[in-house]
């Protein structure tokens, strides 16, 4: 049976937390959180899709990040691609684009020159026209978030326009968290139920997206390659376990509220676990690569 959470979810330093105390969006504040899983993400990467890339379009001289945010995946990626590189970082939060242009590397893989742009971007009314020029679309954890018929556009403005797309650290709805408790698996349902739900009557891909895009730029003609990325966070990531914690939990709660009532209490154990050096997370994703 769950306690109450009176002084639990406590590490050194750290107040008593409940439910309640966190944002309604179950996520830190933007840059922050990108901050925190920038690290975790680059683990996760399947580095042999970027091989492929590199057999199959060499030198993709102008790239587009859809979602760019802080531009981790710039960073990330141009250190391994060769040939000069021109980035535009394309968000519709100009104030993450803000933090990223001055932050990518200078050189790509052979020591060419890498430049940048930013571009106030909805990912939403992409078109081929959008792409003229580009040689290779990218994007970090953002296709879980897009609604089916966006993907579909995306896929048709890259085929459209002939470039690859390398789109990574889509969510695929496998969670694992030990050591386990009969209660993960109720959050977790919940959980994803909250990543497909309708937002101002977009109806979210959620765990669905990585199998939806695939299958789309498949259809449209494009040579498509998937790999698993997942997360592995322990204790060298105990920041970012608390912070994926509290999210996980809070929005499975606003797609469930029934679970409020054991909430605080299933939190602060996990926690607690965490800041102990007890808990290892592992959370599923998927990247894909889709070649002309």
């Not at 408790?181 to 109806?203: I, K, M, N, S, Y």
């Given at each position: 049976?769950?306690t109450d959470?009176?002084?639990?979810?406590?590490?050194?330093?750290?107040?008593?937390?409940r439910?309640?105390?966190h944002?309604a969006?179950?996520?830190?504040?933007?840059?922050?959180?990108?901050?925190?899983?920038?690290g975790a993400?680059?683990?996760?990467?399947a580095v042999?899709l970027?091989?492929?890339l590199r057999?199959g379009?060499?030198?993709?001289?102008?790239?587009l990040?859809l979602?760019?945010?802080?531009?981790?995946?710039?960073?990330?990626?141009?250190?391994?691609?060769p040939?000069p590189q021109?980035w535009?970082?394309?968000d519709r939060d100009a104030?993450?684009?803000?933090?990223?242009?001055?932050?990518?590397?200078?050189?790509?893989?052979?020591?060419?020159?890498?430049?940048?742009?930013?571009?106030?971007?909805?990912?939403?009314?992409?078109?081929?026209?959008d792409?003229?020029?580009?040689?290779?679309v990218?994007?970090?954890?953002?296709?879980?978030?897009?609604t089916?018929?966006?993907?579909?556009?995306?896929?048709?403005?890259c085929v459209g326009?002939?470039?690859?797309?390398?789109?990574t650290?889509?969510?695929v709805?496998?969670?694992?968290?030990e050591?386990?408790?009969?209660?993960d698996l109720?959050?977790?349902?919940?959980f994803?139920?909250?990543?497909?739900?309708t937002?101002?009557?977009r109806?979210?891909?959620?765990?669905?997206a990585a199998?939806v895009?695939?299958?789309?730029?498949?259809?449209?003609?494009?040579?498509v390659?998937?790999?698993?990325?997942?997360w592995?966070?322990?204790?060298?990531d105990v920041?970012l376990v608390?912070?994926?914690?509290?999210?996980w939990?809070a929005?499975?709660?606003?797609?469930?509220p029934?679970?409020?009532?054991?909430?605080d209490?299933?939190l602060?154990?996990r926690?607690?676990?965490?800041?102990?050096?007890?808990?290892?997370?592992?959370?599923?994703h998927?990247?894909?690569?889709?070649?002309?």
């Amino acid at each position: 049976m769950d306690t109450d959470v009176a002084a639990g979810g406590r590490g050194p330093g750290r107040p008593a937390y409940r439910l309640s105390e966190h944002a309604a969006a179950g996520a830190p504040a933007a840059p922050d959180w990108l901050a925190l899983r920038e690290g975790a993400d680059a683990e996760a990467r399947a580095v042999d899709l970027v091989e492929e890339l590199r057999a199959g379009h060499p030198a993709p001289g102008r790239i587009l990040d859809l979602g760019a945010g802080t531009g981790s995946m710039a960073r990330w990626l141009a250190p391994r691609l060769p040939g000069p590189q021109h980035w535009v970082l394309a968000d519709r939060d100009a104030a993450l684009l803000a933090h990223a242009a001055d932050r990518l590397p200078a050189r790509a893989r052979d020591g060419s020159p890498v430049t940048v742009e930013t571009r106030e971007l909805d990912v939403a009314t992409l078109t081929a026209d959008d792409l003229a020029g580009v040689d290779l679309v990218t994007a970090s954890a953002l296709l879980d978030v897009l609604t089916a018929a966006e993907v579909e556009a995306i896929a048709a403005a890259c085929v459209g326009a002939g470039c690859a797309a390398l789109l990574t650290l889509s969510v695929v709805g496998q969670v694992r968290v030990e050591p386990a408790e009969p209660r993960d698996l109720t959050v977790a349902t919940a959980f994803d139920a909250h990543q497909q739900r309708t937002v101002d009557g977009r109806t979210l891909l959620g765990p669905q997206a990585a199998a939806v895009a695939e299958e789309t730029f498949a259809r449209l003609g494009a040579h498509v390659r998937s790999r698993a990325s997942p997360w592995h966070l322990g204790l060298d990531d105990v920041d970012l376990v608390v912070a994926w914690l509290q999210g996980w939990v809070a929005a499975a709660v606003a797609q469930d509220p029934d679970l409020a009532r054991h909430a605080d209490a299933y939190l602060a154990r996990r926690l607690e676990a965490a800041e102990e050096g007890r808990l290892r997370v592992t959370v599923g994703h998927l990247d894909l690569l889709a070649l002309p």
